[in-house]
């Protein structure tokens, strides 16, 4: 066999071919990382030359919103970079508190125990009941609601509709939908007998379009977009008020949750910035656009 | 070693059996595969477009492309590759060939390998933010992100790169140790060459793999959907965007469909290239 | 020799990796079994895990699930990868081997929200008009079955590719049967990549977690049926994890432990087994 132990020999070479690669790239990306301690190059006016890392962790219901401002603040802010990550509203509060994040991303109101941080209302949320568009039921009151969720009722011939049995998409614990949902029907979370548990609101959407008979509670602007967009489910009033975010914004609808940034005691001047960002009128049309309701409005 | 095809000589009833039956399974097999495929095109075809492939997203993924997520995509799957392969191979090098066969060693590695091919993506992800982004101190990052992957694909490498020098019969070993070959001489000239098509076929699915995980990678190389500067920038794969798109952004199914479209065509590539480097090499596979 | 030390060490270090993340499971799993105690973990009633008192933590319906979803989805996927790849390596034209080849090389790599989702769109109403909710153990195992296939098919299909021509050549020159081929040449060589193939594919079953999540129904009760729900371990971590804190997070970790327990048991159950079955020591 002649010498071409190169051609035919893919672990040798590429161990040693790899290994200079990694060592190349470590080598090259060992710079200096902007710490998040900005230098404000000039002061007075509004985001006029701050610069740094902000790092934004927590809920991914905002990030998305979130993950847009940051390309915006940045666009108009050279030399910032907003860093976005997930893993849910507890870690937010987690690594805020820490100081491994400048800001946590929190879709609730805060407890008792985490008044320690600076919390930062940046908009509402409704929660509205959603049915399979294929039911003939126009509206539900309040104890049918309840029984519903606790399988007292389980065909919804009980409540006046079609007799096809009832599939209550319930959400997991822990989540603030959950906690408000349940606040207001005046429910523990053993209460309830679900056919369904689901995790963040376009399972929940996805899920009561997928399965006849079937109801949720999902956030108010996520729903109406799917509404709007042809998916398969229907709206619920709630006590006679219908489940739109103009009235969530007008605050005729009583189901709301907030969502919220928080920081600990002090913040980079960056984080500063962007915070008020978040905060002015420049943000409200993405967070709108986004199906939430700006607290400017 | 060429495919084989088993010729008529004589047919029974179990034979004609057998043959629908593999026809059966075959036909099980695709048809998923076509409905989910068939799926994402009536969904997300329109979305696709060649400005799509390069244009970075906007509007939080619903418009623009997906240009940074997939350079952020290829890089986090170099840097796992470049430690899969060599090291995977090196392991089942070792575990093969040089430990001693059904020893304990062997046993207990074998049996690690296959334990942690069954950690739960998130727990892998978990612990790859702990270790590799914290305690490693690489913060997250696209390289945090290849290297945990590299752990979550590395015992189906090593397994099948493991069986693919397995069919390589001890007899050439033998053979090799009478002419007074060097153990590593033989494995490098003579028993790799012979077992490169499996191997190549381990690349293969790793990579499959490798490319289709999400949860190990949204807490390690991020979420970030802007363009990387270094390794050790964050960047989200395209995993990670069509889950954000279609879970978590309302209005960002179509988009979601489009990527995952993107994501098949990766793919295909992808199964395409082992074979023709395998055509290659396919001269040098015949040990006679 | 180089090339031995790389190897041995190598091997080594894969096997460390195993030992680093069952660490950190069990040190996150630490305080939930320290306060909320092991035997709470199968005795308590239910699984709602409120803080303080009125916490439960009965894990035995998820581990029930997770075990279920996955024997399930292995009783589908085996058999058919395997006689897929048999027909592949043997019955077809080679073109339609190529095909086969590069379309379980896509089915591979879907992500699992794509699986997922196509489930919840399309496998889930389908289901549910046979019976509510449509959610169900019956769409976990089915869609965990199309995600462990590829790895089935493309073990067994190495395996196959290895027989070498002059055996079969030599068997059907002897006059038998296609079948008796199988049984005789075929099947005993290629018995313990078959069985690799299994493990790697049952033990991804186990791991599994968001495209079951989208379609298991995520009730946390044993299921009586296969149209009941089913929420598995993984599905638990996941739906859970992001809003938990202390105790609750705890425990779930113990039971993300609890999982690589029963990824190790079926392991080691499934080695004996398969050594029991083939005689000699394989592996």
Known sequence: MESRSSAIVPGARLRGFGGVMLFAALAACARTEESSVAVVTSTGAAGVSVTGTVSVVGSSTIAPVLGELGRLFEAGHPG???????????????????????????????????????????????????LHSGLEVQSLKREQVIDIYTGRIDRWVGVGGPDAPISVIHKAEGRSTLEVFLDHFGLKPTDVRPSVVVGDNQQCIKSVASIPGAIGYVSIGAAEFAVADGVGIRLLPLDGICATTANVRAKRYALTRELNLVTDATVSPVTRAFIDFVLSSDATETIRDLYFVPIGD | MTEARIHRSTTSKSDVAVQTASWLALVALLVPLG????DLLMRGATSLS?????????????????????????????????????????????????????????????????????????????????????????????????????????????????????????????????????????????????AAPGLFAATGLALARALAETAALLFTSGYVSRTPGSLLDPGRVLAVHIFDLSMNVPGGDGPAYATALVLVALLLSVSGVPRLVRGFTRRWSHPV | MLLAVIGRSAAVTVAGLVILIAGFLLLHAQPALREIGFVRFFADASWNPSPGPEGRFDIVPALVGSALATALA????????????????????????????????????????????????ALVPWIARIRAPGASLLAAALVLAVMVVPTIYVASRGAFKSIPKTCLDGATALGM??????????????????????????????????????????????????????????????LELPYATGLHRSALFAGGAGLMALTWSLVVLGRCISRAWSGEHND
């Open chain 3, 74 to 121: 292995a009783l589908i996927a085996v058999p058919i990868g395997i006689t897929a790849a048999l027909g592949s390596t043997f019955f077809v034209h080679r073109a339609v081997a190529r095909l086969v080849d590069s379309g379980v090389g896509v089915l591979a790599g879907l992500p699992s929200v794509v699986i997922g989702l196509w489930g919840l769109t």
């Open chain 1, 80 to 130: 910032t970079r907003i860093n976005v990550e997930t893993g849910g509203s507890t870690r937010g509060i987690v690594e805020a508190r820490s100081g491994r994040a400048d800001i946590g991303m929190v879709s609730r109101a805060l407890t008792v125990n985490e008044q320690d941080l600076a919390a930062y209302l940046v908009a509402r949320d409704g929660v509205a009941l959603i």
């Open chain 2, 50 to 194: 060649p400005q799509f492939l390069v244009d970075s997203p906007s509007k939080a993924g619903r418009e623009g492309g997906i240009g940074p997520v997939l350079l952020s995509t290829l890089l986090v799957m170099g840097v796992c590759l470049l430690v899969v392969v060599p090291l995977g191979l090196a392991a089942a090098i070792g575990l093969n060939e040089y430990l001693r066969r059904g020893g304990f060693a062997v046993r207990t590695v074998r049996i690690a390998l296959d334990v942690l091919a069954g950690t739960p993506s998130i727990a892998l992800g978990m612990f790859g933010y702990a270790f590799f982004c914290i305690a490693l101190g690489m913060g997250v990052s696209i390289l945090a992100g290849g290297l945990t992957l590299a752990c979550m694909v590395m015992p189906l490498y090593v397994r099948l790169s493991e069986q693919a020098l397995r069919t390589v019969p001890d007899d050439v070993r033998a053979a090799a140790d009478a002419l007074a070959l060097r153990r590593y001489t033989a494995i490098l000239r003579i028993v790799l060459p012979v």
């Open chain 3, 177 to 238: 049967t296609r079948i008796g081929i199988l049984r005789a040449a075929v099947l005993p060589t290629v018995k313990p990549a078959l069985a690799v193939g299994a493990v790697l594919a049952i033990t991804r079953a186990l791991g599994e977690t968001m495209a079951v999540v989208m379609v298991a129904g995520n009730v946390a009760a044993i299921p009586r049926s296969l149209f009941d729900p089913v929420r598995t371990l993984t599905a638990n971590i996941a």
């Open chain 2, 35 to 38: 409905l989910i495929v068939g």
